[in-house]
């Protein structure tokens, strides 16, 4: 038996990176699994190679109808909800004096807006005893050249999750962030990095991490998997830094 036998698991953004990687390891442990993406052809992509029945629904979780509609969906088929992880997410480097309204509003109504409606939306269809995951940043701790848009609106969430852990309590419903530091996912190719500079960017960040390389989607799926389950049943209110120790230096 699996360490998610028989549980409802939503995963924003799990037709890419971190995202994905979590939704294949909670099917693999037993997890009815339905993923979110804005991409309609990368979910359907995605829920191929996640198998064991996953569903996909595409939509913009800066859209608040998108979360209602994804709770309307689970109510139907599953009944209720047991895991939700946050995690879609966006990220362009832009030193402050540069950053656009634009840019600003887009990164905050992805990041910040969309986890905040979607855990609203999501909570009345949850069972007592379910978790909450939100996919934060290193980079709301720890200062990242041309971060400080990105920074606030995972730092935002950081706050929710301390929250959420208390409004929630009762319920015996727990809310974690998890803390990636740099990861090899398709999210460095959309930072806006010039492609010859790619190299030096990632030689950069390795040096800069006290492991030595960059993390893998999988090793957050792992994390993730651990705040998902029973493991951490004692867990609630933290931010689970998996970053290859870069937040201590
Ligand atoms: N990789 C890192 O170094 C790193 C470090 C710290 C934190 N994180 C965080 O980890 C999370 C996952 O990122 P990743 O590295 O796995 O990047 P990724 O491969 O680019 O995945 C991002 C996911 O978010 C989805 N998404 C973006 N905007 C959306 C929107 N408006 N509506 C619905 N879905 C949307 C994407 O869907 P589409 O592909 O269809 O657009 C994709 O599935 C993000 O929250 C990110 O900020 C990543």
């Known amino acids: 038996m699996g360490a998610l036998s028989g549980k409802i698991a939503v995963v924003t953004g799990g037709n890419s990176g971190i995202g994905l990687s979590a939704a294949k390891i909670f099917a693999a442990e037993g997890a009815q699994v339905v993923i979110t993406g804005r991409r309609r052809q990368a979910v359907e992509e995605a829920i191929a190679q996640i198998g064991a029945g996953a569903l996909g629904i595409q939509g913009n979780v800066a859209d608040v109808a998108h979360h209602d509609e994804v709770a309307q969906q689970i109510l139907q088929r599953f009944g209720a909800l047991d895991i939700y992880m946050a995690n879609a997410g966006i990220n362009t480097i832009t030193h402050s004096a540069d950053v656009s309204e634009a840019e600003y509003d887009a990164q905050f109504a992805v990041n910040t807006r969309g986890v905040f409606f979607g855990v609203q939306k999501l909570i009345p269809i949850m069972r007592n005893g379910g978790a909450i995951i939100l996919t934060g940043s290193l980079a709301s701790e720890k200062v990242l050249d041309g971060h400080a848009v990105y920074a606030g609106s995972k730092a935002a969430i950081n706050a929710f999750a301390r929250a959420w852990a208390i409004e929630l309590k009762s319920r015996g419903i727990r809310v974690n962030v998890l803390s990636p530091g740099p990861v090899d996912t398709a999210i460095l190719d959309k930072l806006g990095i010039p492609f010859e500079q ?52």
């Open 198 to 249: 790619r190299g030096l960017f990632e030689k950069a960040m390795a040096e800069a991490i006290p492991l030595g390389r960059m993390g893998q989607p999988e090793e957050l799926a792992k994390a993730a998997l651990f705040l998902a389950s029973d493991a951490s049943s004692f867990v609630t209110g933290i931010n689970l830094r998996v970053d290859g120790g870069m937040a201590v230096l």
